[in-house]
């Protein structure tokens, strides 16, 4: 019985993560034997549809039989070599690919493991930029309201969510937050588009209070993820950016869950139009932040790697003779050229069949499938945004998204509903059949729910 004997270990030796430990007292772990795909198998021939790519991570499958083929290729050749003083081919690969890709002008990658070290770099380098720069007193951060940017204690200081401060406030600098241009809170009558431009103003009287002592701007482009999938215009990136110029604070754009194709294009901040027009040439990428973090996705959700890229205005603040003015940061596994493989072959992906094209498709199908869903009388704010859907559930129950986990379970389902918000955020070689079968045995649930 491998499965009830890893349960048991695992309960007495793995300290799981954000987890209240007594609860798998009567609630099971779940116990994973294998991965193929869009699909979880456990040790009994039980299977479950990775709805939620574990955790926003996984892109093309579990066990991709060429991601695994790029990460083989690499561990015959390097493992790993400290990124201090050395480089190495996979790491100078994907810095330029991504340049390539990225926003235009952000041609500097810097590299950790983890989405939070990503956060505590941006926020660190532009603190440390607007001091090289002669401002030390720019070392404040805002965020958006119901922001999450991680949980170290850099990242949790921009992060907004409740229980967090809670607990942990009393180690972290405050830092102020703007309200959240998510369209749920438009008014009665008013668009997302009217909404966000109104929450921009919020944005912009903050900024010109405060700019003195404002390093950085972070959001979440297009989707605040663990505030429930909150989703907003496009636009109100655009004026962010206009008026992050206007007052001199950078701006952070935290594209670790919605980087990588999850939002119909590679990166969210390419569907907000910049405030001035481009050259010709440069048209097309959409506004470009000082900071974008990569993580989640970047590695195929295989291996732990994040980075932070940024523009050639922040990297010349650096670039001197004195180590002091140098960015003082770094991680043991920084740029792991198995994790670099790992996103490499991932890109390949991405280029060779085409998925950004092909996820439109699955978009518009999806779309069409999910009316029910979206029309269910105790179903609200059902929303898309790429490879994202979310809607809120009607119902009396309080500990609905336990039960919600529950019965997904007993439907090959694995879905995490964050409170009485459901939201599908697949890989993206989910096919057609596993689709139908998502929307069908979700109502289903529903009906047990409501
Ligand atoms: C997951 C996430 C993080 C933190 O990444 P970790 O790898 O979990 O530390 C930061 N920001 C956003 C938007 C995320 O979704």
Redesign the pocket.
């Known amino acids: 019985m491998p499965n009830s004997d890893l349960l048991a270990r695992s309960r007495a030796a793995v300290w799981h993560p954000c987890t209240q430990m007594k609860r798998h007292e009567a609630l099971s772990l779940v116990p994973i034997a294998r991965g193929e795909g869009a699909w979880l198998y456990d040790f009994d021939g039980r299977r479950y549809l990775d709805a939620v790519s574990s ?2 991570v996984n892109l093309f499958g579990h066990c991709n039989p060429r991601i695994n083929a790029a990460i083989a290729d690499q561990l015959g050749k390097l493992e790993h070599v400290m990124l201090a003083g050395f480089t190495h081919e996979p790491a100078v690969q994907l810095s330029e690919r991504l340049a390539q890709l990225a926003p235009a002008g952000l041609g500097h990658c810097f590299f950790a493991s ?6 505590e770099i941006a926020l660190k380098m532009s603190a440390h930029y607007w001091r090289n720069e002669g401002k030390p007193g720019k070392n404040g951060f805002i965020s958006l309201q119901n922001s ?5 204690l850099g ?1 949790l200081s921009v992060t907004d969510v409740a229980l967090f401060r809670e607990a942990y406030g009393a180690l972290l600098k405050r830092q102020a937050t703007v309200p959240s241009p998510d369209w749920r809170h438009a008014a009665q009558g008013e668009s997302a588009r009217d909404f966000a431009l109104r929450c921009a103003e919020r944005l912009e009287a903050h900024l010109q209070q405060h700019h003195a002592s404002l390093a950085a701007f972070i959001v ?1 482009p297009l989707v ?3 505030a429930g999938m909150a989703m907003y215009h496009p636009v109100y990136l655009q004026r962010a950016r206009a008026l992050c110029d206007r007052y001199g604070v950078h701006l952070i754009a ?5 980087g990588m194709g999850r939002t119909g294009t590679m990166f969210a901040c390419e569907q907000a139009p910049p405030p001035q027009p481009l050259p010709r040439e440069e048209r097309g990428s959409g506004i470009t932040p000082d900071f974008l ?1 990569l ?2 996705g970047i590695s195929g959700g295989y291996l ?1 790697l ?1 980075l932070v890229m940024s523009t050639d205005n922040i990297y010349r603040a650096f670039y001197a003779d004195e180590m002091a003015r140098g960015f003082l940061h770094s991680h043991s596994y920084s740029g792991n050229p198995l994790a670099c493989r790992a996103a490499l072959a991932t890109l390949d992906i991405f280029a060779q069949d085409g998925v950004l094209d092909a996820n439109r498709s699955k978009v518009a199908r999806f779309n069409r499938i999910a009316g029910p869903l979206a029309g269910h009388p105790k179903v609200r704010h059902f929303r898309n945004t790429g490879m994202i859907w979310a809607f809120e559930v009607d119902s009396p129950h309080g500990d609905f998204a336990q039960r919600c986990f529950m019965l997904g379970l007993e439907r090959e389902l694995l879905l995490r509903p964050i409170g009485k918000t459901v939201y599908f955020m697949p890989p993206y070689v989910i096919g057609d059949a596993e689709m139908d079968m998502l929307v069908e045995r979700m109502l289903a649930i529903i009906e047990r729910l409501v």
């Open positions: 955790w926003w983890d989405g939070a070290s990503a956060i999450y940017h991680g949980e170290t990242a979440e605040q993820g663990a935290d594209e670790i869950a919605v973090c993580s989640k732990p994040s």
